[in-house]
């Protein structure tokens, strides 16, 4: 089998060369006639390093994402699953915010910021025994503060980034042979240690026992596998740019054309990655007559659906990982006093929020008088944050108790992505709208990809890997679409960015008052839900032997999440973080009756974005910072405090 695969790989790069090279109007002319020195220059200096460019580029990015499957154990992975990508991009823009008079190459701040990360994300998941899922979800969460920190200085330094907006696009123009000798040195020293350690890298194919038992420590065959992954994917990065999900669909269709040894998926993926890759660029060279479209955009709208329809298919072959599983150490009881103190600390940020405020002189405390005067202002953005916040943790409560998947939450499957896709051709195409109209069309498309990610999770039974890279898949094309937006240098773009980090300070009264009548209309329907909620996590086969109707038990949670995300994105915005962590933070106080959880859930996450706005409010007066920005700063270090508590 392995003949036929290796022939149709060669034949298909060999016919996407043939055309990639006859497709330029320079290469025929110079075999036909003398060409001028003009043409000769751009030949050499344009045409060829670009053509080689992508050659290699591709096979980089096809030879790194094997490696990175190999290690994981997840034909899903890629460099940017563990936040290599989000993490080199906020390097960049802080070099170039705060070292303004750096004269060295792009190359340093994002092997940097890739190896920071790798760093960051082994050391989280060395405490599982680097489990495949939870390398995953310990990069997703990373990839998130990073993007939050990353959209906080867009907003504030916007004009500065402009050579970051660029660059994160991604593009293989050359004018010299400088990218191709450094990616081709690369791309034959990766190859070479791939021989080399041929041997351990074959042997991940078997469990850790049986890795164990041959004498190879499968914890450092990983850490091999997954740094050289890194590396190779951050030079890449570093000289073209952003492309995603190259590598990851040529390794895809590896597997689909019969490869199935470690070998032969290496050999037949770096084929299919450059012939996919150069595809690319000749599509974007064909459209350059039209608009000048970033590589990167382009790579994205061609491997995002590809992914979508592997998973929808169930042909990914993913192996089962570990659920996480929060373990509440046995000193730690659940008492009323718990939820009470959830709900004092929730009055006391409220008060804050209310009468604490920042001028140019300092901080002050709102007096009797003044008080009543500053009310109007303040308390819709107070109560919109509030039920915000309620209800996104309590729509990732339910997910989890409704999946069995404490993993499942909005944020993570793609459903703040959903609606940015659905926002780009609504600012770029129609006129201006006013923020109901803009809300509603918001909150549609976040509810539209809740259905899809939740449909897709379903055929392998909400497994952990498909509704995390469901959601990455959703998130790479909708970063993608939006990167190109502003390439565009649509200024509109700026507001949807503002609306995007979860900001409060639009919130009118009326918004305010509907955002909290839902909530507690929910929260009123909730009891009736209780034996659903018992039941569910355990499996169908023990809910149904009980005499519960799945479908129709599904049917209503998801018609609650739906309501609970549907207003929140309405009112706010989408809020990262808050659905994932506050649910397990609850767990960690000992809270364990699901409707217990519920209410500790949503006044936990009310509280959370409530400080996050007044904390967004005064800590960089006179400009604000959006709360949910904050809120995914906040929430990232109480996700690493509940990844400490947690045990294998």
Known sequence: MLLPCILFGLGLLLFVVYISVTGQAGASRLFEAPATELKTVQLLYGTLPRFVVALVAGALLGLSTTLMQQGLGNPLAEPGTIGLL??????????????????????????GGSLLALVIVLGLSMRWGLSPLFLILHGLV??????????????????????LLLWQSGSLVQDNWQVAQTLTVCLVALTGIILLLKKPLTLLDLDDAAVASLGLSPTAARLAAVGLAAVAAAVVTAQIGLLAFVGLAGAALARLCGARRFTHRMALSGFLSAALLLLTDQSVQLAEGLMAIPAGTITALFAAPVLLILLHSGRTGAKKGRVLNVNVPARIRATPGMLFGVFVVLMITVILSLTVGRTPDGFTWTTANTFFELLPWRWPRAAGALSAGGMIALSGYLMQRMTGNPLASPELIGVSSGATLVMLPVIALLPPLGRTQTMVIAATGALLFLVLALRLARRSNYAPEKLLLTGLAITALSGSLLSAAIYFGDVRVTRLIGWLSGSTYAVSSREALTSLAVLLAVLAVLPLTRRWLSMLPLGEAVATSVGIEIKRARFVLIVLVAVLTGTATVIIGPVTFVGLVVPHLVRLMGVRRPLAQAAGSMLAGAALMTASDWIGRIIAFPWEVPAGLVASVVGALFYGLTARRGRR
């Open 86 to 111: 989000s993490s080199s991009r906020l390097a960049v823009a802080c070099t170039l915010i705060f070292l303004p008079g750096f004269t060295g190459s792009v190359a340093v701040p994002v092997l």
């Open 142 to 163: 990373f990839a998130m503060l990073c993007d939050a920190v990353t959209s906080m200085l867009i907003l504030s330094h916007y004009d500065e980034l402009a050579d």
